[in-house]
């Protein structure tokens, strides 16, 4: 085996509370020991077996990973067709759990053999199954069980956050958010302060990169956010920025927000099962992600929800719905508005069987490990991507991802110089059986996933890349250096 220090659960568990502190070293021992180079197949081999024996290694046999010859835009002369393609998009969408199809399947057996009957009989009746996801989404989250609800969509419920969370009074009326944010958050903000009679003009309040940068400085937001003082009522981030993959601090923001009287709302649709997020302990107001990027639930698969428990049982304004009304008089079918006193109140209508039983069979394998130990992998595999893709910067290709593991999640997003060469580039590596994904107007998202990526993932990426450059640019990497 490689030299160096054992890397263990603890070993990465600390290395994520250390953020990342010791990554790279760690992977140029493993290097210096075998006498190879970092890019080689021989070091990410090693990499791979030195960390085979842990829960967060030995995942991959768990997930259904597309063949090549599945992939319509794959040559066969350059990618192997009954191989594995070389997934790197779970922060796009993650791949399907084995136990997925089982699962479903089981339930349409059940309504076929049960009918209405299935939502009180069975191994897991209807009626209360989204009890099955609740605690294992709290400790992805870094919340109390108590404190989320899986329901509905992203945008559906960062919606029901806004009516509980931004209560526009006078002055007190302006959204903060990042000028680039994902586009459904923006419609989400400005028909928001619409609903309220307000100007979106006048309201909406994005904070931008200084010139000539590409990411946003936390001293920035929270000057910003003081500034705003008493105009501010909510401010909303991407916990990890799904362009630029820039992991926010939360916690400082939050605080800042609180510091002038406004609520803080987190979208963690990149973040949750990507990052160690801790959304109770950060006093996060309320936050919202999707379960289809990295926790593999399937596409347009039901969402997570998060309230602290300071706001529970207060009276906060809500959109009610039955679901929401405690289940020991639910079915009374009264008019008489009695709320469950957790962040269940804010349930709408009974959880989509199909959909919640496919986000069972993703917690399942996050059960295997724990967030900690998958973050010190991820930033592991991350690191490893980065030295290899740094070989490769030049004139045409820029990482825009902080190079600092603790401000990123796994993603690193390559910005090219034209946007023809990034579209070049993304289809030599479709060509490759490479498969990621392509934000406009020029960056390429890659994103090692620590469930199922493996270095020798990152080290093929690295030789497709490398390839796909020289084919589009018509350069060898030496001259692209240099230029």
């Not at 909406?204 to 010139?211: T, W």
Request: proline share 6%.
């Amino acid at each position: 085996a490689p030299a160096g220090p054992p890397v263990d659960a603890a070993w990465l568990a600390r290395l994520a509370r250390e953020r990342g502190a010791a990554a790279k070293s760690e992977l140029k021992a493993v290097s210096e020991a075998l006498g190879k180079p970092l890019a080689s197949s021989e070091v990410a081999a090693a990499l791979d077996a030195k960390l085979s024996s842990l829960p967060s290694g030995s995942q991959r046999s768990s997930f259904l990973v597309p063949v090549n010859k599945g992939l319509k835009d794959t040559e066969p002369s350059l990618a192997a067709p009954d191989a594995d393609c070389t997934y790197l998009v779970g922060n796009s969408l993650g791949l399907q759990p084995q136990r997925t199809r089982q699962l479903v399947t089981e339930e349409l057996d059940k309504w076929a053999a049960l009918g209405v009957n299935g939502h009180f009989q069975g191994d897991r009746p209807w009626m209360p199954i989204d009890e099955h996801v609740i605690e294992q989404s709290a400790a992805i989250v870094g919340a109390k069980p108590s404190e989320v609800a899986v329901m509905n969509s992203l945008t559906v419920n960062l919606h029901l956050l806004f009516v509980s969370f931004y209560r526009p009074q006078g002055k007190r009326n302006r959204i903060m958010y990042e000028a680039t944010a994902f586009g459904s958050d923006y419609f989400a903000f400005e028909s928001q302060a619409r609903l309220h009679g307000l100007d979106p003009k006048e309201v909406l309040m994005p904070v931008k990169a200084r010139p000539g940068e590409e990411l946003l400085r936390t001293e920035d937001i929270v000057a910003a956010i003081k500034e705003a003082g008493d105009s501010l009522a909510t401010v909303c981030f991407g916990t990890v920025q799904y362009y630029t993959g820039e992991l926010f601090d939360v916690e400082t923001i939050t605080s800042a927000a609180h510091g002038v009287g406004a609520t803080a709302v987190w979208d963690c649709a990149h973040a949750a099962g990507n990052i160690d997020l801790q959304l109770h302990d950060w006093n996060v107001d309320g936050a919202c992600w999707c379960n289809y990027k990295y926790l593999n639930s399937g596409p347009g698969a039901i969402a997570g929800f998060f309230v602290h428990e300071r706001h529970h049982a207060k009276g906060l304004p809500l959109l009610a719905g039955w679901w929401g009304q405690k289940q020991a008089t639910r079915f009374n079918m009264a008019h008489n508005w009695d709320p469950e006193g957790d962040a269940s109140a804010w349930r709408l209508s009974n959880p989509p069987v199909l959909q919640t039983v496919s986000l069972l069979a993703s917690l399942e394998v996050f059960g295997r490990s724990s967030m900690a130990e998958l973050r010190g992998r991820s930033m592991l595999l991350t690191a490893y991507l980065e030295l290899l893709v740094l070989s490769l910067q030049g004139s045409v290709l820029s990482v825009i991802t902080p190079l600092e593991p603790h401000r990123r999640g796994c993603q690193l997003s390559l910005k090219f110089s034209e946007e023809r060469l990034c579209l070049a580039a993304f289809n030599a590596l479709e060509k490759r059986g490479i498969v990621v994904d392509h934000r406009k107007p020029n960056v390429i998202r890659v994103a090692p996933t620590p469930l199922y990526n493996t270095f020798a993932d990152v080290q093929r990426f690295f030789v497709a890349m490398r390839e796909a450059l020289d084919e589009v640019t018509g350069e060898p990497a030496t001259k692209r250096a240099k230029a």
